[in-house]
């Protein structure tokens, strides 16, 4: 217990997420795969992270296991100021997956407002936050479209909108960038930066673009499955406890 005018410790000071010495291994023998290699790291609400790599050194890995999407090989992995169980989880990280993940029967705005339905959302207020999140991506006009009558950055778009709509503490966004140009590119990391500035949520952003991770506060790199960090930017080694 805090002492009597002292204030009470804030929630925000917990980290959302823990990773100590985290590792995922994939097959076993000699086609083990070692992904993910003994990760520590914390990320909290306002951190802005773009996580860099060339392909196969482990982001999206690293980013399923921090989303509660996998579970590690090893190692301890925690969302102190979330819910303390994976299943506490939806709802409060959300994540834009690598390549496109719409469901081809909905329509565009019925797959934003799925996820709001799911947890409960009523239909019509889930679907005009779907429509909302959607004209905020500039795609306003394309939610009665299905998904194969959108090109890939559509596409790309709209699987943001639909992390949006759910107004998460964290957003995970794994190469959300990497169908667009440099025009939409920016304004979808933009977006992404706002929406989480508004909900006070963290972000983690996986790119191969230095231009993209420029815009974000810090930068991790992944190097075959281990995690570095610039000391100038890293939220790794600043430790905030
Ligand atoms: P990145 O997102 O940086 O391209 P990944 O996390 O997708 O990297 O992959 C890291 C390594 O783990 C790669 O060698 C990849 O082949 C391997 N890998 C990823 N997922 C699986 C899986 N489900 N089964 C076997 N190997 C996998
Ligand atoms: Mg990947």
Redesign the pocket.
């Given at each position: 217990m805090p002492e009597p005018g002292q204030p009470s410790p804030r929630i925000d000071d917990q980290p959302l997420v823990e990773c100590d010495g985290v590792s995922r291994t994939?097959?076993t023998g000699q086609r083990a795969?070692v992904?993910?290699h003994s990760v520590s790291c914390r990320i909290h609400a306002g951190d802005r992270i773009a996580m860099m790599?060339?392909?196969?050194?482990?982001?999206?890995?690293?980013?399923?296991l921090i989303a509660g999407l996998d579970t590690p090989t090893s190692g301890a992995l925690s969302w102190p100021a979330m819910a303390e169980t994976v299943d506490g989880l939806f709802g409060s990280v959300a994540v834009v997956f690598?390549g496109a993940s719409l469901m081809p029967p909905l329509t565009v705005v019925e797959n934003v407002a799925f996820p709001l339905l799911l947890a409960g959302m009523a239909d019509a207020p889930a679907r005009r936050a779907a429509a909302d999140a959607l004209a905020a991506l500039d795609i306003g006009d394309l939610g009665q479209r299905l998904p194969e009558e959108l090109s890939g950055g559509q596409a790309q778009r709209a699987c943001v909108a639909r992390v949006l709509a759910s107004r998460p503490r964290l957003i995970l966004a794994?190469?959300p960038t990497g169908q667009l140009d440099s025009v939409a590119a920016t304004h979808v990391v933009e977006v992404l930066i706002q929406a989480a500035d508004q909900l006070g949520a963290g972000l983690v952003l996986?790119t191969h673009d230095p231009l993209i991770a420029a815009h974000l506060a810090s930068r991790w790199q992944?190097r075959d499955?281990v995690l570095d960090s610039d000391p100038a930017t890293s939220v790794v080694e600043r430790g905030r406890s």
């Open positions: 994939f097959g795969v992904a993910v790599g060339p392909s196969g050194s482990g982001k999206s890995t690293l980013l399923h690598q794994d190469e996986s992944m499955g």
